[in-house]
Nanobody, 125 residues
Framework: QVQLAESGGGLVQVGGSLRLSCVVSGLTFTTTAMSWFRQAPGKEREFVATINWSGHAADYSSSVKGRFTISRDNAKNTVFVEMNSLKPEDTAVYYC??????????????????WGQGTQVTVSS
């Protein structure tokens, strides 16, 4: 059974930082593209960042590029996103997602086989 478990969300002030983690079990993590998405109230789920199987290539949405950094530890089956200079518009539920059919992820939710339960990030002004 595949499981993705996010952690690290919380309440932070504008300009602050958070680091989200997602521990994965039940699939071959080392050959799986991993990504982060987010969903704000009343909005569609949107792409945040993706990282390839080796951790040597990443892609970011324009709204987070330069502020967020995605990384992975294949020895620990874990993917991270470091979020800096947080803004109120970053407030959302953040989800990690696994695409077991690709080594580099896409920006499209329909590409992903597995999703975590989400972790809330709230940025207060």
């Amino acid at each position: 059974q595949v499981q993705l478990a996010e952690s690290g969300g919380g309440l932070v002030q504008v300009g602050g930082s958070l680091r989200l983690s997602c521990v994965v079990s039940g699939l071959t993590f080392t050959t799986t593209a991993m990504s982060w998405f987010r969903q704000a109230p009343g909005k569609e789920r949107e792409f945040v960042a993706t990282i390839n199987w080796s951790g040597h290539a990443a892609d970011y949405s324009s709204s987070v590029k330069g502020r967020f950094t995605i990384s992975r530890d294949n020895a620990k089956n874990t993917v991270f996103v470091e979020m800096n200079s947080l803004k109120p518009e970053d407030t959302a539920v953040y989800y990690c997602a696994a695409d077991s059919g690709r080594r580099f992820g896409t920006r499209h939710t329909e590409s992903y086989d597995y999703w975590g339960q989400g972790t809330q990030v709230t940025v207060s002004s």
